[in-house]
């Protein structure tokens, strides 16, 4: 049997579920921290990610996907986490 490459879907995600995910991360997960996340998402920061071709945003279902490869968000994502 032959090992075959491993295909990773990202799956579309809802912006509540992110900023959740967000809220949590940061250590307030207070519904007002909450708040305050969507509407920087919404208003700021999901245009400009949409915009520079990182990620997909849908308006009318509020999810948002990954428009590119994981491994290519990778060195980026390693370089905010360690900045933290």
Known sequence: M???PTIQITAA???????EFIAI???NPMYEWYQRI???LHHSHLP???NAGVVRYDEQTER???AVDR???APYLAI???AE
């Open 64 to 66: 948002v996907k990954l």
């Open 80 to 82: 905010i986490e360690h």
């Open 25 to 27: 991360k940061e250590g």
């Open 38 to 40: 969507l509407v920087d």
């Open 2 to 4: 032959r090992n075959l």
């Open 48 to 50: 400009h990610v949409t």
């Open 13 to 19: 995600i809802h912006i509540g579920d992110l900023g």
């Open 71 to 73: 491994k290519t968000m």
